[in-house]
């Protein structure tokens, strides 16, 4: 794609916000009206009173809407509109199957079937078009770290949208970092989408944060999920060696990664179903270690900038401090799940 300014991300950024941020009261009110609330009628349940969901809704339409628009706006092609579509595409599909979770409530597995399927298409999509950004020379290898990664960054997002602003915020800081990546790194795809990406949920941030008023609900946790992680998947880091090039990826998204993992860990050893809803998330650790909610998720976005800014300066410095940075932060996140997992889960 063709190299644009600086100013152009920003304000591709700005219209997603804006558009969304108007969008998003429209999407309350439908939901209120149709009866679409997310009812507090479960133990791993954290607010007290129904909160309309939908907001995911705003975020794919506004998303896909300044995404097609900046595209037709800026370079056309059927080159271009095809490589948008086959990064869109599926996120609006497992996007519309959250929907229907959100009105429906699907059983676990079509959701892990659902996301599975769209896993297998992307891997095989980035191998036939040889665009994926890191590669271990091993097709069925890079094929299988890919359904991985996208099945396991679609959980983590939706697992992580379990406090007010939690999800919204983290995915927003990400996207940011990668888009500053990936136009510093020349790929101006994986930067413009990132730059929607990052406005759209600080858009919806406006009114989910604490106290929410909306819920992006699973339509815009698998939504902002295949995306987040087919765009992580793309993104070629401008690193100096194989290990650190993955590493740039996951630090990326290490928080929503760390929860997920706690969780799960935390429920197998307690013989409990991973998929099964609970208390045991970072967010509500440190709310009962004492923390307010929202300086919960303060400290949670303060730790996924953290991990972010490491990632975005590996591609500024040499060898050997990009080993010791990158070492460093996974012996971070190392001591975090040990901490973490220690706190009490309920």
Same mark, same amino acid.
């Given at each position: ?11 591709l950024?700005?219209t997603?916000l ?10 309350? +009110?439908f939901?209120?009206s /149709? ?7 479960s133990?791993?349940k ?12 705003? @975020?794919? @339409? ?8 900046? !595209?037709?706006?800026?370079?056309f092609?059927a ?15 497992l ?20 996301? %599975? ?6 891997a ?8 994926m950004?890191?590669q271990?020379?091993?097709?069925w ?18 697992f ?6 939690g ?7 990400? %996207? ?17 989408l990132?730059?929607v ?29 295949v995306?987040?992680? *087919? ?6 880091? /401008? ?10 990826k ?20 307690? +013989?409990?179903?991973p998929?099964q ?5 970072? %967010? ?10 929202r @300086? ?7 730790? *996924?900038?953290?991990?972010? !800014? ?8 040499s +060898? ?16 975090? $799940?040990?901490? $973490?997992?220690?706190t009490?889960?309920?």
């Amino acid at each position: 794609m063709v190299r644009i300014f600086a100013w152009e991300y920003l304000a591709l950024g700005f219209t997603a916000l804006v558009v969304v941020g108007v969008l998003t009261p429209y999407a309350r +009110r439908f939901a209120i009206s /149709h009866q679409i609330y997310d009812v507090p009628n479960s133990s791993h349940k954290s607010h007290v009173e129904p909160i309309p969901y939908l907001g995911g809704l705003a @975020i794919i @339409i506004g998303t896909i809407v300044i995404a097609y628009a900046a !595209l037709f706006a800026r370079e056309f092609s059927a080159k271009n509109l095809a490589l948008e579509t086959s990064v869109l595409g599926p996120a609006l599909l497992l996007g519309m199957v959250g929907l229907w979770d959100d009105i429906k409530n699907l059983k676990p597995l079509p959701r892990l079937i659902m996301q %599975s399927t769209v896993g297998v298409f992307t891997a095989i999509l980035l191998l036939v078009t040889n665009t994926m950004g890191t590669q271990t020379g091993h097709a069925w290898l890079d094929g299988l770290i890919t359904l991985i990664w996208i099945v396991g960054i679609c959980n983590s997002i939706n697992f992580f949208d379990n406090v007010d602003g939690g999800a919204a915020g983290t995915v927003a800081i990400s %996207s940011i970092a990668l888009a500053y990546l990936g136009y510093q790194g020349g790929q101006y795809f994986v930067a413009a989408l990132s730059a929607v990406v990052a406005g759209a949920t600080i858009g919806f941030l406006l009114w989910n944060r604490s106290p929410a008023r909306i819920y992006m609900g699973d339509a815009g946790a698998l939504f902002l999920g295949v995306l987040i992680a *087919t765009l992580t998947i793309r993104f070629h880091p /401008h690193a100096q060696t194989k290990w650190t090039s993955f590493s740039t990826k996951i630090l990326l998204l290490a928080v929503p990664i760390l929860d997920t993992s706690v969780a799960v860990t935390s429920r197998l050893l307690r +013989r409990v179903s991973p998929f099964q809803g609970g208390q045991d998330h970072l %967010s509500h650790r440190l709310i009962r270690a004492g923390l307010e909610r929202r @300086i919960a998720v303060f400290v949670l976005w303060g730790m *996924t900038a953290g991990f972010a !800014l490491c990632a975005a300066v590996i591609p500024s410095v040499s +060898r050997l401090t990009e080993e010791i940075l990158v070492g460093g932060a996974v012996a971070v996140w190392i001591m975090m $799940f040990s901490l $973490f997992l220690r706190t009490s889960d309920t």
